[in-house]
C-alpha cells in the first residue's frame, strides 16, 4: 500500500527525531567524567533542543495544502504511526542507541557513533523526499536536511580536534 506524506507529518517525525536525539546526547554527557567532553556533550544536546523547537515553528508554518490529509484517520492514529517511524529509524532519533551506551566509550566513539547517526537521519529524510508529493511540501525536507548536514560537520570538526 503506498502512502505519500506532508510536510506536517515530516515536521512531526523530524521533532521526535531531535527529541530522540538531545536524549542521547544528554546521556552521553552524563557518562563524561572530562569536564569539556560533557560541556560540548550537552551544548549538542542544548543544539537539538533548539532545532526541535525550529521544526515544531516550521510545521506551524505549513501551509493548508501541505497539511492535507494524505490518508483517512478516524481514529487519529497516525501521530503513533509517526513516532513509531521516528524511533525506528535507525538515525539519531532512535532512543535504543542511547541505552547502549556504557560510559566505557571514548570521547571519540561517543562522536562517530553521532555522526554515524546524524548520517543516517541524513538518508532517512532523502528517503522521505520520495513519498512527499511537492504539492505537499517535499522542498521543506531540505530545510531539514540541511540542519542535519550541520549536525555532522560540528561533529566531525569535534571529532577531528579530539583525535589530535
Known amino acids: ?95 535504543d542507541v542511547a541505552d547502549q551506551l556504557t560510559g566505557k566509550e571514548t570521547m571519540a566513539q561517543v562522536i562517530e557513533t553521532a555522526i554515524g547517526l546524524e548520517k543516517e537521519s541524513i538518508l532517512f529524510y532523502i528517503g522521505l523526499k520520495d513519498i512527499v508529493p511537492a504539492k505537499l511540501g517535499r522542498t521543506k525536507i531540505d530545510e531539514i536536511i540541511e540542519e542535519e548536514k550541520k549536525h555532522v560537520a560540528q561533529l566531525s570538526g569535534f571529532l577531528k580536534k579530539a583525535q589530535k
Do not use: C, W
Open 1 to 95: 500500500m503506498a502512502y505519500d506524506f506532508n510536510a506536517e507529518e515530516v515536521f512531526e517525525m523530524a521533532v521526535q527525531i531531535e527529541k530522540n536525539g538531545a536524549a542521547f546526547y544528554r546521556k552521553a554527557a552524563l557518562l563524561q567524567e572530562n569536564k569539556v567532553n560533557k560541556e560540548f556533550l550537552e551544548s549538542i544536546a542544548s543544539m537539538e533542543d533548539r532545532h526541535q523547537t525550529g521544526f515544531e515553528e516550521m510545521k506551524i508554518a505549513v501551509s493548508d495544502m501541505e497539511k492535507s490529509q494524505t490518508v483517512f484517520d478516524p481514529q487519529e492514529e497516525l501521530f503513533l504511526y509517526l513516532k513509531a517511524m521516528a524511533d525506528a529509524h535507525g538515525g539519531e532519533g532512535n532512543p
